[in-house]
């Protein structure tokens, strides 16, 4: 079974700090796709970064950046100099080739401290 | 105008009615979601759909019907909803394993 955990529900840090969000993964397919997305109060979803599994560089963009560990399943986003913009809800999520089915984890809230 | 948008945005109905809520995409796109997102549960997947007439089921499929004649709409079905179906609905579309566009939402409540 394809599944995402994300195992902190709630995050604090303060502004221009670092924080780190954890997520794990499990699935039987090689081909596979990993992404987070962020969360405003405005409910709207947006992609952070997009990481291919058959790739081992880990993906940056801007102050985001992922460690992917594919042995050990697990996939965590790294959030430098932080804004009072990133103040948000983040989901982790993965999509296999096989079954195109696009699962998310349960999210962790992260508030960002002035 | 370009994007996904669903309506209605809220929604409030009765234990047992039958509702639908409705998701439009511009861009052509092959893959579709349903999702509802709810409070330590995050967002689960209802149902997908990889092309027009071409549709399976997700984590959380029951008392949910979906259709997709035309690739641009995906139309979510409560055959007869619950109060444990009271969420916030999402709708997505993506073109392959790239990135996912979403809807606004539909606040969903039923009393």
């Known amino acids: 079974a394809q599944t995402v955990t994300q195992s902190q529900p709630e995050m604090s840090v303060q502004e221009a700090e670092t924080v780190t969000l954890s997520c794990t993964y499990d699935t039987s397919e090689n081909n596979y796709y990993l992404f987070w997305y962020k969360q405003p109060p405005s409910r709207q979803m947006i992609l952070v970064i997009r990481?291919?599994?058959?790739?081992?560089q880990n993906a940056t963009e801007n102050r985001f950046s992922v460690n992917f560990q594919k042995a050990a399943k697990s996939f965590s986003l790294k959030i430098s100099d932080s804004q009072l913009g990133d103040t948000a809800m983040y989901f982790c999520a993965s999509i296999t080739s096989g079954t195109y089915k696009y699962i998310f984890g349960t999210g962790t809230r992260l508030k960002v401290l002035a | 105008d370009a994007g996904i948008t669903q309506s209605p945005r809220y929604k409030i109905t009765e234990t047992g009615r039958q509702v639908t809520l409705m998701c439009h995409q511009t861009?052509?796109?092959?893959?579709m979601f349903w999702y509802r997102q709810d409070l330590g549960h995050g967002l689960r997947l209802i149902y997908y759909?990889?092309?027009?007439?071409?549709?399976d089921k997700g984590e959380v499929p029951d008392g949910y019907v979906v259709s997709r004649s035309k690739t641009e709409n995906f139309p979510l079905t409560l055959e007869s909803a619950t109060r444990s179906q009271t969420s916030v609905y999402f709708c997505?579309?993506?073109?392959?394993?790239?990135?996912?566009?979403f809807g606004q939402g539909t606040r969903l409540t039923v009393v």
């Open positions: 997505a579309s993506s073109w392959d394993r790239s990135e996912a566009f």
């Open positions: 990481q291919e599994a058959y790739k081992q």
């Open positions: 759909s990889a092309a027009a007439d071409i549709t």
């Open positions: 861009w052509s796109h092959s893959y």
